[in-house]
């Protein structure tokens, strides 16, 4: 009977380390342009963040959002050289290049009906985003659309959209969307049901590419309570993470 009152040895719990992912391929760190990096400093204190975690590549990804963030290729590509100009300033040695996180509305709807370019991931991925609120009119044919011109669809934070179902995310799958999962996410940042949808996304391994969606110091000083998720451990192991295919 006494064997009854042995303590249960605990799981032994191996932090995640995000030397292993490499990229961080979801990020807003250049300065001044969207809801991320304030100013050039806090942009460099961001990455130096991010690199101190074990990130080696940084793709950031500034909002484009019309009425918000009218930022275009232009206006990113020379915020980069900023960034870029200061970290080699600073003997800062960390890869970094930018893309964009495009917001689904009706004039990004347009662009892609007139073949406008895009900044884009690695072999040609374009990151988008929807509304938290509401489905994007349309959305399933500005995907396709996208698709016939090339693109390699990733849609943001999957997990965060409250509108969509289980099913609704299959489909994204079985249309060959890639989804991406914010960090955060595995700690309850946003809210206990993000937490459980991205769990569940991880179980039925739907997920493709993990990024911070870095924006603020704030965020970064939760990313070692990640480290000792389970969840974030079971998808680095699954072997179905792409970002090493950003290197």
């Not at 509304?131 to 500005?142: D, I, K």
């Not at 943001?156 to 959209?161: C, L, P, S, V």
């Not at 099913?167 to 700690?187: A, H, K, T």
Request: hydrophobic letters at 40%.
């Amino acid at each position: 009977m006494l064997g009854w009152f042995k303590k249960k040895k605990k799981k032994e719990i191996h932090p995640v380390d995000f030397a292993e992912i490499g990229l961080d391929m979801h990020s807003h760190l250049i300065p001044s342009i969207d809801d991320g990096a304030k100013d050039l400093q806090n942009s460099i204190e961001l990455i130096n963040a991010l690199q101190n975690q074990g990130f080696k590549k940084i793709i950031t990804t500034p909002h484009i959002m019309t009425d918000f963030y009218n930022n275009s290729i232009e206006t990113i590509r020379s915020g980069l050289k900023t960034v870029k100009e200061e970290l080699l300033k600073q003997s800062i040695d960390i890869k970094i290049e930018a893309a964009a996180e495009y917001f689904v509305d009706y004039d990004f709807q347009q662009k892609v009906l007139v073949g406008e370019k895009f900044l884009t991931l690695g072999d040609n991925y374009i990151l988008i985003e929807f509304s938290f609120l509401t489905a994007p009119h349309n959305y399933l044919e500005t995907i396709f659309q996208l698709q016939l011109k090339g693109y390699k669809v990733i849609l943001a934070h999957a997990e965060r959209y409250p509108y969509l179902s289980e099913s609704d995310l299959e489909d994204f799958i079985n249309r060959g969307v890639y989804l991406q999962l914010n960090i955060l996410s595995s700690i309850g940042y946003y809210s206990n049901n993000v937490r459980e949808r991205a769990s569940w996304l991880i179980d039925n391994n739907m997920i493709s590419f993990l990024g911070t969606d870095c924006h603020n110091l704030n965020q970064t000083k939760l990313y070692d309570k990640c480290k000792i998720e389970p969840m974030l451990s079971a998808l680095l192991n699954s072997g179905k993470l792409l970002n090493d295919q950003l290197m």
